[in-house]
């Protein structure tokens, strides 16, 4: 190091190095055995850092304190980022996404010189987690997705051919990562904006033909149902994926999608347009579906008794960004009830507990009756407080004791993510990665 600065400062004084900065700020260094204390201006000394390697520079920080909080500036590994990995700015726009307090409010940003350590260490896959309403998208190797893309506006027209549609669709994601496709694994997750009169297996033909058409060197494609039930730590069990247009219960063993899955066509985007017509009656205008769905997300829960839930005060307050404080009141057990009372939202429909307790008696005559005793959430609507409580109840009062005794019903902690961290599970394991393969499904 101090041969590197005496360099250095050669250059400076014979000009070689222009000074971009007439700052006062200096940093004190050694240039000799003996100890001979020099000052550098402070972007000199940050050119020099730049001449170093990533681990040489992380070195100089155990110098004193002062050249630790020079070298733990964010600027610095971003110019690292840009220069001394192959896929140069590329990665500095993902990894820029991928710190956003977006991500994940409640966590801190971590600074750029860990996340490029942790680059080093494993270049990891793109998870794509498409559902009909929103997309996911992370790498492997971190806490919670970095984007998020509204599939239904992504995905096209439905009057293009479908393979055109999942072409745009995945070149798009891609292009938002700013990630060349030919340098990237993938696991991606069925449905991708799966409409009425498309089979998944044409969708899964249309995906993979696209991975291929981008030279994509290794894929996956696992259904979201099991992914969401990885999510749990658990390979059998009742998946309830309340999406965003229907909710999907799905019987589950060993990992193997079994006889007896249901879908009723009611999501979270039903229960979000009905708390919006419930304000508009008590004329508080919500200007978007988005403000009408964080609202939900916040204040709304589901009750365990619903009819006594009127006679209580339930009125509270939620600010939404710049729109300012919204007040709900009965529209908070109200809009969860939709679940349980599709005909609310205008929906003619089986209500939630009803289109579980239907595919729990098409497992009643499986040898083993434990696994489908297990209920597992999933979806953002999922989180809602009490929807556990209130199906488990529901499902004792329905179903004969022998189906019911032993029933439990289990709430994803990762809500709309559970598919997303499902795939982030089987994309960190050591026997998963090599056995990648181009074709085929988990």
């Given at each position: 190091m101090s041969k590197l600065v005496k360099r250095v400062r050669d250059w400076v004084s014979n000009g070689w190095i222009p000074i971009g900065s007439t700052s006062d700020q200096t940093v004190v260094c050694s240039s000799s055995a003996a100890g001979e204390v020099h000052r550098l201006p402070l972007d000199v000394f940050m050119l020099i850092l730049h001449l170093l390697q990533p681990k040489d520079a992380a070195r100089v920080s155990a110098v004193c304190k002062s050249w630790k909080l020079i070298v733990f500036q964010d600027a610095l590994w971003m110019y690292y980022l840009k220069n001394n990995h192959p896929h140069?700015?590329?990665?500095?726009?993902?990894?820029?996404?991928?710190?956003?307090?977006?991500?994940?409010?409640?966590?801190?940003?971590?600074?750029?010189?860990?996340?490029?350590?942790?680059?080093?260490?494993?270049?990891?896959?793109?998870?794509?987690?498409?559902?009909?309403?929103?997309?996911?998208?992370?790498?492997?190797?971190?806490?919670?997705?970095?984007?998020?893309?509204?599939?239904?506006?992504?995905?096209?027209?439905?009057?293009?051919?479908?393979?055109?549609?999942?072409?745009?669709?995945?070149?798009?994601?891609?292009?938002?990562?700013?990630?060349?496709?030919?340098?990237?694994?993938?696991?991606?997750?069925?449905?991708?904006?799966?409409?009425s009169g498309v089979e998944a297996s044409e969708m899964e033909l249309a995906v993979f033909g696209s991975l291929v058409s981008l030279r994509v060197p290794t894929a996956c494609l696992v259904k979201q149902p099991t992914l969401a039930l990885f999510a749990s730590r658990r390979t059998s069990g009742i998946l309830v994926n309340i999406g965003f247009r229907e909710t999907q219960v799905v019987p589950i063993v060993n990992t193997y999608t079994r006889y007896g899955a249901i879908t009723t066509k009611v999501g979270g985007l039903h229960l979000t347009r009905y708390l919006r017509r419930q304000l508009r009656v008590r004329n508080v205008e919500v200007p978007s579906l988005y403000t009408a769905r964080t609202l939900k997300e916040n204040l709304c829960y589901v009750a365990l008794d619903y009819w006594a839930e009127f006679h209580k005060d339930t009125e509270a307050s939620y600010k939404v960004g710049s729109e300012g404080l919204y007040t709900l009141k009965q529209e908070r057990f109200r809009t969860g009830e939709v679940l349980f009372k599709p005909q609310l939202a205008g929906r003619n429909v089986k209500g939630l507990h009803q289109a579980v307790a239907r595919c729990i008696d098409h497992c009643k005559y499986s040898t083993d009756r434990s696994w489908y005793k297990t209920i597992i959430l999933a979806g953002g609507t999922a989180k809602l407080p009490g929807l556990a409580e209130r199906l488990e109840m529901e499902l004792r009062d329905l179903l004969p004791p022998s189906l019911s005794r032993g029933i439990r019903v289990i709430p994803s902690p990762y809500g709309a993510d559970a598919a997303w961290h499902g795939a982030k599970m089987i994309g960190n394991l050591s026997s998963f990665r090599k056995s990648w393969c181009l074709s085929g499904e988990v």
């Amino acid at each position: 190091m101090s041969k590197l600065v005496k360099r250095v400062r050669d250059w400076v004084s014979n000009g070689w190095i222009p000074i971009g900065s007439t700052s006062d700020q200096t940093v004190v260094c050694s240039s000799s055995a003996a100890g001979e204390v020099h000052r550098l201006p402070l972007d000199v000394f940050m050119l020099i850092l730049h001449l170093l390697q990533p681990k040489d520079a992380a070195r100089v920080s155990a110098v004193c304190k002062s050249w630790k909080l020079i070298v733990f500036q964010d600027a610095l590994w971003m110019y690292y980022l840009k220069n001394n990995h192959p896929h140069g700015l590329s990665d500095l726009f993902a990894e820029t996404k991928l710190r956003s307090r977006r991500a994940n409010p409640h966590r801190q940003m971590l600074p750029f010189m860990h996340i490029f350590g942790q680059r080093q260490q494993s270049p990891g896959a793109i998870i794509i987690d498409a559902g009909v309403g929103y997309c996911k998208i992370g790498w492997s190797k971190y806490d919670s997705p970095s984007l998020r893309l509204a599939t239904f506006v992504e995905f096209g027209d439905d009057e293009f051919p479908l393979d055109d549609r999942v072409h745009h669709f995945i070149e798009t994601i891609f292009n938002s990562m700013h990630v060349n496709p030919s340098k990237q694994p993938v696991i991606l997750t069925t449905p991708i904006g799966l409409h009425s009169g498309v089979e998944a297996s044409e969708m899964e033909l249309a995906v993979f033909g696209s991975l291929v058409s981008l030279r994509v060197p290794t894929a996956c494609l696992v259904k979201q149902p099991t992914l969401a039930l990885f999510a749990s730590r658990r390979t059998s069990g009742i998946l309830v994926n309340i999406g965003f247009r229907e909710t999907q219960v799905v019987p589950i063993v060993n990992t193997y999608t079994r006889y007896g899955a249901i879908t009723t066509k009611v999501g979270g985007l039903h229960l979000t347009r009905y708390l919006r017509r419930q304000l508009r009656v008590r004329n508080v205008e919500v200007p978007s579906l988005y403000t009408a769905r964080t609202l939900k997300e916040n204040l709304c829960y589901v009750a365990l008794d619903y009819w006594a839930e009127f006679h209580k005060d339930t009125e509270a307050s939620y600010k939404v960004g710049s729109e300012g404080l919204y007040t709900l009141k009965q529209e908070r057990f109200r809009t969860g009830e939709v679940l349980f009372k599709p005909q609310l939202a205008g929906r003619n429909v089986k209500g939630l507990h009803q289109a579980v307790a239907r595919c729990i008696d098409h497992c009643k005559y499986s040898t083993d009756r434990s696994w489908y005793k297990t209920i597992i959430l999933a979806g953002g609507t999922a989180k809602l407080p009490g929807l556990a409580e209130r199906l488990e109840m529901e499902l004792r009062d329905l179903l004969p004791p022998s189906l019911s005794r032993g029933i439990r019903v289990i709430p994803s902690p990762y809500g709309a993510d559970a598919a997303w961290h499902g795939a982030k599970m089987i994309g960190n394991l050591s026997s998963f990665r090599k056995s990648w393969c181009l074709s085929g499904e988990v």
